[in-house]
């Protein structure tokens, strides 16, 4: 059964069924109009029904599962009933985040577990008592087989970004989690694609699932301006330079490129032309990661340079350009990376370097996302200067 956005669909939170020390929180936090996918997908979880929720990143997915989640946990006892899955450290905190952000009027405790810390601190927290547990799936298993995660009494389980997690290889894990959890659930899977290794999972761990479906499961996010900047390999980090010195590029700029190495060398290269930046990628310590984004949010630094660890999950408001440094292989990929900007109905731009063998790449993208992206033509940056 799939569910699509429609106008008779509450446009208040109050009108969706939540409790009133949801409703403050909410209030609280600055909202007051629900987004399409929270419309339509909370009043499904707070009738208890298993939903999988697709929409292009960007969109408030994670509110349309905290906010009927926390309504579901308001009465009860302190221990685990909630699980959130999530792929990557920096989207365990987001959601972690997110979620004490809208119970704060309440009770209820929530603790993340993630790779790349200390044990001790999660050990702790476990052992005193959380009511929701948002967790990377390798860092869980640790924690399960130890005996300091205790999930026979579960209640509702989340897979967040369940593409991504299955784009990781984190079937095995995900599989040998779920097996260590009550049957009789209620399971929500969100997600910003639909590939057939997603619906296979749907299928084995959901019972008879509402999907909500907001827009096509390949569309690029309609506030988003893009342009292709065509530039030979050679001339890429002096045509970003140019870009991030002039008025194109002003603001708060996400670079994406394809390797480690590389987004080092392209923040050190910034740095040397007088810009300061950070780089983003999994060789870089969890502290280190977490210094960089912060920086990134305050506004300290104003370009992150980053592998597609950052592609997902990085839910930072106001960035006002996404950067491709180099083409992403994939049209689903372009996709994510571009939805870091233009988030929450806000404008953004996204700006793609095309080197001469990157052409069929955009290309194949552009037949994804069915449109076409403009060229522009930077003086002196362009094929054949260099």
């Known amino acids: 059964m799939t569910v699509p956005v429609s106008p008779e669909s509450a446009t208040t939170f109050d009108a969706l069924g939540l409790a009133p020390l949801i409703l403050d929180a909410i209030a609280a936090a600055g909202y007051s109009e629900p987004t399409p996918i929270q419309r339509e997908a909370i009043p499904l979880v707070l009738r208890g029904r298993d939903v999988i929720g697709l929409a292009q990143t960007g969109t408030g997915k994670t509110a349309a599962f905290t906010l009927p989640l926390l309504h579901r946990l308001l009465d009860g006892p302190r221990r685990t009933r909630a699980l959130v899955l999530t792929p990557t450290r920096e989207l365990c905190t987001q959601v972690e985040e997110s979620v004490r952000k809208y119970r704060s009027t309440t009770t209820l405790e929530v603790a993340s577990v993630y790779g790349g810390v200390a044990y001790e601190p999660q050990e702790r927290a476990l052992r005193e008592g959380v009511d929701i547990v948002v967790a990377t799936p390798g860092r869980l298993l640790d924690h399960l087989e130890k005996g300091t995660a205790q999930l026979e009494l579960l209640e509702l389980l989340v897979l967040d970004e369940a593409d991504r997690m299955l784009d990781m290889g984190f079937a095995p894990q995900i599989n040998r989690v779920v097996a260590q959890i009550p049957a009789y659930r209620q ?3 969100f997600s910003a694609t639909m590939p057939p290794e997603v619906e296979a999972l749907a299928r084995k761990y959901l019972r008879n699932p509402v999907v909500v479906q907001v827009g096509r499961r390949s569309q690029a996010a309609s506030t988003v301006t893009h ?19 002039h008025e194109d590029a002003q603001g708060s700029v996400l670079v994406f490129c394809r390797t480690k190495h590389r987004a080092d060398r392209i923040a050190e290269s910034l740095a040397d032309a007088g810009i300061a930046a950070e780089a983003l990628h999994g060789d870089r310590t969890q502290s280190a990661r977490e210094k960089a984004l912060e920086q990134f949010k305050s506004g300290a630094v104003r370009i992150l340079v980053a592998t597609d660890i950052a592609q997902r999950g990085l839910d930072i408001s106001g960035i006002t350009h996404v950067i ?3 083409v992403p292989q994939q049209a689903e990929d372009y996709v994510h990376r571009i939805g870091r900007t233009g988030r929450a109905e806000a404008t953004g731009d996204a700006y793609t370097f095309m080197a001469p063998d990157e052409i069929a790449t955009v290309r194949l993208i552009e037949r994804v996302i069915a449109q076409e992206i403009p060229r522009v033509s930077r003086p002196g940056f362009d094929f054949g200067t260099g």
């Open 187 to 189: 399971t929500l899977l």
């Open 227 to 245: 342009a292709v900047y065509p530039v030979p390999q050679s001339r890429k980090t002096a045509l970003l330079v140019d870009l991030l010195q």
């Open 324 to 326: 491709n440094y180099d």
